[in-house]
Nanobody, 128 residues
Framework: QVQLAESGGGLVQPGGSLRLSCATRGFTLDDYTIGWFRQAPGKEPEGISCISSSNGKTYYADSVKGRFTISRDNAKRMLYLQMNSLKPEDTAIYYC?????????????????????WGQGTQVTVSS
């Protein structure tokens, strides 16, 4: 059974940094497309970043490119999202997500975060 559990959210001032972590169970990280999406109040889910199962490349939304970095530790079964230079518009619930092997490009998950599995989410609030 696929399980994902996020941690590391919190309140941070604009310009600050946070590192989100995601503990995974029930699947092999290399085999699945894994990533992060977020949802702000009253808005649709927004794909943030992913690591594609089809080519192993990383993908980022334009809104976070150059500020956020996705990484994984296969041995620890962990996925991470390092978030720097945070802005108030980054405020949202952040979800770790995974999708079984397929031929979709990583861009697909950025434009449409249509993952089969996701965690309970962790709140990130950027405010002074």
């Amino acid at each position: 059974q696929v399980q994902l559990a996020e941690s590391g959210g919190g309140l941070v001032q604009p310009g600050g940094s946070l590192r989100l972590s995601c503990a995974t169970r029930g699947f092999t990280l290399d085999d699945y497309t894994i990533g992060w999406f977020r949802q702000a109040p009253g808005k649709e889910p927004e794909g943030i970043s992913c690591i594609s199962s089809s080519n192993g490349k990383t993908y980022y939304a334009d809104s976070v490119k150059g500020r956020f970095t996705i990484s994984r530790d296969n041995a620890k079964r962990m996925l991470y999202l390092q978030m720097n230079s945070l802005k108030p518009e980054d405020t949202a619930i952040y979800y770790c997500a995974a999708d079984p092997p397929n031929d979709y490009s990583g861009d697909y998950y950025i434009f449409t975060p249509d993952f089969d599995y996701w965690g309970q989410g962790t709140q990130v609030t950027v405010s002074s």
